[in-house]
Structure formats: C-alpha cells, structure tokens
C-alpha cells in the first residue's frame, strides 16, 4: 500500500499500487475536503509513511536532542528533532508556522500547543523549559498539567501529552 497527501488539506489517502502500471493516471477525490486531484505512477516519488521508515532517534543525539512521538490512533511513531531556542511544537497544517510539526489526526492538539525552550547554561549545560503555548486542551508533564504561566523544566525522558498524542524527550549532547 502507498500512501498519498491531499494538496488542500494534508490528508493521507492509501492506494494499492500494485493495481496499476507504471505511466498510469490515477484521480482520486479526499475523503476529508473533496478536493479532486491526480497523479502519475511512475513519474512522481510517493514518500513512504514513517512506519516503513523505521525513525531513530540516534542521529540527533549529538545535536540538541530530539522528541519521540508514540504511536497512536492519530499516527505512526515519528522522531521529531530540536534545535537552540524555541521549539514550538504542535499539529502539523498548512499554513502554520511552527518548527516542530506532528503529523496526526488528532484534532484536540493545537497547531501552535507547547514550547520547549532549549538554552546553555553558564557551564554549557543544555537546559530545557517547557511551557503551554497556550492551548486548548493543556499540557500534561507526567500526567500533570502545567498552567498558563508554568516554565518547568524537563530532563532526559520526561513524558509530555498533549491533546491525546504523547511524546518523550531525549535530550542532547552540550558540545
């Protein structure tokens, strides 16, 4: 099966392509706006989804850490990497600037949801805040919910919910 991304709306819609040949034209209509759309086989890359791509979080230990995203109803596991500053993290639409995006389906996330602030202290030590963007549904810390105005700080593994999507930290290596 391959997977396809509507060009309105971002939604995925699944194909068997072994249905078909190579050169074919294919039209298909989303199922969440409407929007009728084609394609080529053959002339166009089809991304594979995240879970045939086997995310690892490795390869952005040595940078400022990155946020594994568990699978869920709304999703696939996905590794999302961080970087200095701000992080603002949230669903992933078109037309949202955020540098953090979550690909999901899950509607009780905010585009714009929660920060991780990512920072060196005077030792060089890597210090992360969370905070909530703010949003509707809150951010949970470890099954607690932060305030408005809360600035907790995190460590390695700490386990973030938000909406009905979790995800765990894994902090960087400070050069």
């Given at each position: 099966?391959?997977r396809?991304?509507?060009?309105?709306?971002?939604?995925?819609?699944?194909?068997?392509?072994?249905?078909?040949n190579?050169?074919?034209?294919?039209?298909?209509?989303c199922?969440?706006?409407?929007?009728?759309?084609?394609?080529?086989?053959?002339?166009t890359?089809?991304?594979?989804?995240?879970?045939?791509?086997?995310?690892?979080?490795?390869?952005?230990?040595?940078?400022?850490?990155?946020?594994?995203?568990?699978?869920?109803?709304?999703?696939?596991?996905?590794?999302?990497?961080?970087?200095?500053?701000?992080?603002?993290?949230?669903?992933?639409?078109?037309?949202?600037?955020?540098?953090a995006?979550?690909?999901?389906?899950?509607?009780?996330?905010?585009?714009?949801?929660?920060?991780?602030?990512?920072?060196?202290?005077?030792?060089?030590?890597?210090?992360?805040?969370l905070?909530?963007?703010?949003?509707?549904?809150?951010?949970?810390?470890?099954?607690?919910?932060?305030?408005?105005?809360?600035?907790?700080?995190?460590?390695?593994?700490?386990i973030?919910?938000?909406?009905?999507?979790?995800?765990?930290?894994?902090?960087?290596?400070?050069?």
């Open positions: 099966m391959k396809i991304r509507c060009p309105k709306c971002d939604n995925y819609l699944l194909f068997d392509e072994t249905k078909y190579e050169g074919q034209s294919l039209v298909f209509v199922d969440h706006c409407g929007k009728q759309f084609s394609i080529r086989l053959g002339m890359k089809v991304r594979p989804p995240q879970k045939e791509e086997h995310p690892d979080s490795s390869e952005f230990k040595e940078a400022f850490g990155n946020i594994t995203v568990i699978e869920n109803v709304f999703g696939f596991k996905q590794v999302i990497p961080l970087q200095e500053g701000d992080n603002i993290i949230g669903r992933r639409c078109i037309g949202t600037e955020i540098n995006p979550i690909e999901t389906s899950d509607m009780s996330m905010d585009r714009r949801h929660c920060i991780i602030n990512i920072k060196h202290n005077k030792q060089g030590k890597l210090i992360y805040t905070r909530d963007a703010p949003s509707l549904t809150g951010t949970f810390l470890n099954n607690e919910i932060l305030g408005d105005r809360d600035r907790i700080r995190i460590e390695e593994g700490a973030i919910t938000i909406g009905a999507t979790t995800f765990i930290l894994h902090k960087g290596v400070a050069k």
